[in-house]
T-cell receptor, first 111, second 112 residues
Framework: EAQVTQNPRYLITVTGKKLTVTCSQN?????MSWYRQDPGLGLRQIYY???????DKGDVPEGYKVSRKEKRNFPLILESPSPNQTSLYFC??????????FGQGTRLTVV | DQQVKQNSPSLSVQEGRISILNCDYT??????FLWYKKYPAEGPTFLIS?????DKNEDGRFTVFLNKSAKHLSLHIVPSQPGDSAVYFC???????????FGTGTRLKVLA
């Protein structure tokens, strides 16, 4: 079954404690991306990757890092989380510049 | 500054009637537009897309219209069904980029 898998689905953490949200896709897609969804702001792109070792900033990259060492995985790293990074995060993947498949989401709370 | 705007936060429509969801954009470099549907506790799912070389694209009950001069696109759902009740997001990207800008979403409620 084609899918984008994010882990964990829910996470509560404390300010400053490094965390990683994993994202894996089984469709051999080149394009992967991370978004955050906040009330009244819709979905905002954090980072995206066009292929292995090729990443670029989206609209709201501050406070986040990503890596793309292999095609199927695209982890999102928060080196020093802050409360304003409390959000619902989605990973997406797609075949080149077309519609993307989204994961189920990760609800992150930073206290 | 919001480059992609969905000015109606919510919309209610009777089952069987047409639902029209609107989206405006400000960046004339956008040339590819998408609509996504999102149910609670799920990730968005792709519905339909349109490139700027077209002004209409149809897929079953869903049709997207693009008016480039007005920088406006709309999604028509005919006939609307209760299962269409969800939040709808429009998104736009510029040529050759993987950078997508999303609107804030419109919550559609289809009344049985």
């Amino acid at each position: 079954e084609a899918q984008v898998t994010q882990n964990p689905r829910y996470l509560i953490t404390v300010t400053g404690k490094k965390l990683t949200v994993t994202c894996s896709q089984n469709m051999n897609h080149e394009y992967m991306s991370w978004y955050r969804q906040d009330p009244g702001l819709g979905l905002r792109q954090i980072y995206y990757s066009m292929n292995v070792e090729v990443t670029d900033k989206g609209d709201v990259p501050e406070g986040y890092k990503v890596s793309r060492k292999e095609k199927r995985n695209f982890p999102l790293i928060l080196e020093s989380p802050s409360p304003n990074q409390t959000s619902l995060y989605f990973c997406a993947s797609g075949p080149a510049l077309t519609e993307a498949f989204f994961g189920q989401g990760t609800r992150l709370t930073v206290v | 500054d919001q480059q992609v705007k969905q000015n109606s936060p919510s919309l209610s429509v009777q089952e069987g009637r047409i639902s029209i969801l609107n989206c405006d954009y400000t960046n004339s470099m956008f040339d590819y537009f998408l609509w996504y549907k999102k149910y609670p506790a799920e990730g968005p799912t792709f519905l339909i897309s349109i490139s700027s070389i077209k002004d209409k694209n149809e897929d079953g009950r869903f049709t997207v219209f693009l008016n480039k001069s007005a920088k406006h696109l709309s999604l028509h759902i005919v006939p609307s069904q209760p299962g269409d009740s969800a939040v709808y997001f429009c998104a736009a990207s510029g040529s050759g980029t993987y950078k997508y800008i999303f609107g804030t979403g419109t919550r559609l409620k289809v009344l049985a």
